[in-house]
């Protein structure tokens, strides 16, 4: 009876932390959507699916690389774009349920793995996590890595302890994840490792079906590289070039610097984050992206330190008895994936982002999990654990409560509904000015609420998208100002050179202000 009155009351504390990750990644939720460039991008292709235009064998390109992924991701994107009718509010709702899923997968895997109070703990970790909740809502490739790098340790883990057909499973995991994102491949390492060290226990039929789950799910791929004169292959070799040559070189210090700021990220981001900012890719504005305290980055390194603490402890019987035991085998494979982050920031040496290490924060959450369980299991330090969870808890809904976005969704709808009105279905044309804010998905969000323009600012970047051109003369020219006075004061001067520009050629018909985008109607000069 007393079990049962347990596993009620952890089915209870497990729907309350479920509660909490679904406030974290739905609080706000289209306000803060996060559509720019690679959700635009992401967009049209599964419009050119949907509409039958296109039917893609490669993906995205992987970080401006000239290497492009697996076309999978894309035909899932068509689900939603064909579901909510190409509204980027469905493209929202999508990224933010997955997150609360990966928040109960986080549950069952660290439940099997470990024991279930840790994985209660691991749960509440990443449901909490500003961070992981930020990144949960952004619809793009990499949002399906902190799932797949779960899943894909989760299968290492039963095929060697329940059955070695498992490992089929974690091979099409880590074959559906090159259709994610590139660093999928720093799990590549632990897998091999496995494989190779235990190959008796899998058998030779095993390993070769679980080859071939991988090689078919990059069947899309490889005939794109057959047709095409191997252009994957190509960009492989230039990309190896470019980093000897120190073209994409990225210091050692500023990528340490990177994985330290994203673990104390994790435990807590300070408050009033700008979103907008948050994931580091508008370079010229990273000085105003909140970074982790000296003293929270210390909070998370103690908790990393505690869990090795743990997994020694765990290991002594393996190195005594020479027994791979369930226990062993869990924290082992949790902590290798911890030392694969930390090799993936010393040994690549190119342009870093966070957003790279996604895969790793829900073993993050983990690693604290077991960490937080292990002051519970110690009757003197149970409360410093219960303090631990509060503070965490407290810190991080602090943020949620004050954070914001200077270009968010909610503003970028007031323009279009502004621009529709004034456009009145004429033909018109799309221009932009500013720096990271002009890449905001414009010239889809105007496509899609406004009607098609005659020609964009945008259309050297998409116009092999285009299908259905709309040909004309326009009559009108919509121009978006969004001169972040945060700028350099060199790209303040020439952004707004390039307004004046605009504004003696043309006469201004009618303008607004909406949040930070001032949007002018402009009409040519006869």
């Known amino acids: 009876m007393s079990k049962l009155k347990k596993i009620s009351r952890i089915r209870i504390l497990l729907l309350g932390v479920l509660v909490l990750a679904f406030l974290f990644r739905f609080y706000h939720l289209t306000d803060w959507f996060a559509f720019g460039m690679d959700q635009e991008y992401e967009a049209f292709l599964a419009k050119n699916i949907v509409e039958g235009a296109h039917f893609p064998l490669i993906g995205v390109n992987a970080a401006d690389t000239g290497l492009y992924l697996g076309p999978l991701f894309i035909y899932f994107s068509a689900l939603p774009y064909l579901l909510f009718g190409g509204n980027p509010a469905g493209f929202a709702i999508f990224a933010s349920s997955l997150g609360v899923m990966t928040t109960l997968v986080v549950f069952l895997v660290a439940k099997k793995m470990v024991n279930r109070r840790a994985a209660l703990l691991a749960a509440f970790f990443y449901a909490v996590s500003f961070l992981t909740s930020y990144y949960d809502r952004q619809y793009w490739n990499p949002m399906l890595m902190p799932l797949f790098s779960l899943l894909i340790g989760y299968f290492l883990y039963r095929s060697m302890t ?12 880590f074959g559906l994840g090159l259709h994610s994102h590139l660093s999928v491949w720093m799990l590549a390492p632990l897998i091999l490792f496995l494989t190779v060290k235990y190959k008796r226990h899998f058998g030779r039929k095993i390993i070769i079906w679980a080859v071939a789950v991988f090689l078919l799910l990059q069947l899309p791929l490889l005939l794109f590289e057959l047709r095409h004169d ?31 700021n994203t673990l104390g990220r994790f435990f807590w981001i300070p408050p009033r984050p700008d979103l907008f900012l948050e994931n580091g890719q508008c370079r010229e504005l990273t000085a105003f992206r909140k970074d982790a305290y000296p003293e929270i980055i210390l909070l998370a390194l103690a908790g990393i330190g505690l869990f090795i603490k743990v997994a020694f402890h ?89 954070a914001f976005s200077s270009y968010s969704y909610t503003g970028k709808m007031a323009v279009l509904d502004y621009s529709q009105k004034a456009v009145e279905q004429e033909e018109y044309s799309l221009e932009a000015l500013g720096e990271c804010p002009r890449f905001g998905g414009w010239r889809y969000l105007y496509e899609h609420y406004v009607g098609k323009p005659v020609h964009s600012y945008m259309d050297s970047y998409y116009d092999w998208l285009y299908y259905d051109r709309k040909q004309g003369n326009p009559g009108k020219i919509v121009l978006l100002s969004m001169i972040d006075p945060r700028l350099p004061n060199e ?9 004046l520009q605009f504004l003696t050629e043309f006469n201004i018909l009618s303008d607004e202000i909406y949040e930070n985008v001032h949007v002018f109607i402009l009409s040519p000069k006869k």
């Open 314 to 402: 765990k290991m002594k019987s393996f190195f005594s008895h020479k027994r791979l035991l369930p226990d062993n085998l869990g924290l082992g494979i949790i902590g290798s994936v911890l030392l694969l982050g930390l090799a993936a920031v010393i040994f690549y040496p190119g342009a870093f982002f966070e957003y790279y290490l996604l895969w790793l924060l829900p073993y993050l959450a983990i690693i604290l999990g077991v960490a937080v369980e292990s002051l519970w299991r110690n009757e003197d330090l149970v409360y410093l654990g219960a303090t631990v969870c509060f503070m965490f808890l407290l810190g991080n809904v602090i943020t949620l409560g004050t």
């Open 162 to 173: 329940d059955n070695k057909k498992y490992l089929l499973a974690a091979a099409f995991f």
């Open 491 to 499: 790209l303040l001067v020439k952004w707004q050179e390039s307004k």
């Open 230 to 260: 191997f252009p994957n292959l190509k960009a492989f070799f230039s990309l190896l070039s470019q980093i000897r040559g120190g073209g994409l070189f990225a210091s050692f210090s500023d990528r340490i610097r990177l994985l330290f």
